[in-house]
């Protein structure tokens, strides 16, 4: 499946942008107490779910999800993390983990795979084919866009002041 529909389109000064609404890191904050008794703790964990969970191996323990019968099962023998198929369907893992809906991301990885689906290529991996059942097409049409654009694509670094009428109003 290719997608001839959306090209690259300009304003009307000719000039190509985006805009980067996060302010955040791509997998969220994470806060430790200062009382922690183990703090690196959260590292070990973290890694763990890097190497394991974000891009995880055929036949791996992830593979298909987190757990079966949490966020994936086997209907009809062939394993789907639908939550319309699988019977007692849950994604609370991820706010468990506190990792802002993500666990564990890499975020190359997503959107490399997601540019790979837009250009009609098959997913391959555990994580391909998980995403290509998750995202619909015009995520994948959306992060090819981005990554075309990735040499004009610049964040706003400005976090000023907010303009006095907007303070004085308190909405926003």
């Known amino acids: 499946m290719r997608n001839t529909r959306h090209t690259r389109s300009a304003g009307p000064d000719g000039k190509i942008g985006t805009k980067w609404r996060s302010s955040s890191g791509a997998n969220g904050n994470i806060l430790i107490s200062k009382h922690a ?4 703790a959260i590292f070990v964990y973290y890694n ?3 190497e394991n ?11 298909h999800g987190f757990a079966k019968g949490y966020d994936w099962d086997i209907v009809d023998g062939t394993p789907t993390s639908d939550p319309a198929k699988v019977k007692e369907y849950n994604n609370e893992f991820m706010f468990i983990t506190g990792f802002n809906n993500n666990p564990a991301v890499i975020p190359d990885l997503y959107m490399s795979s997601l540019v790979k689906l837009a250009n009609g290529e098959k997913p391959a991996t ?11 097409p015009e995520n994948w049409y959306a992060a090819k866009v981005v990554m075309d654009q990735k040499d004009i694509r610049r964040k706003n670094y400005f976090n000023g002041a907010r303009r006095r009428r907007c303070r004085a109003s308190g909405i926003c």
């Open 37 to 40: 008794k183990h703090p690196e």
């Open 48 to 50: 763990y779910l890097l």
């Open 53 to 63: 969970y974000a891009n995880p191996k055929e036949g791996g323990e992830f593979e």
């Open 126 to 136: 555990p994580y391909e084919k998980l995403l290509a059942q998750k995202r619909k």
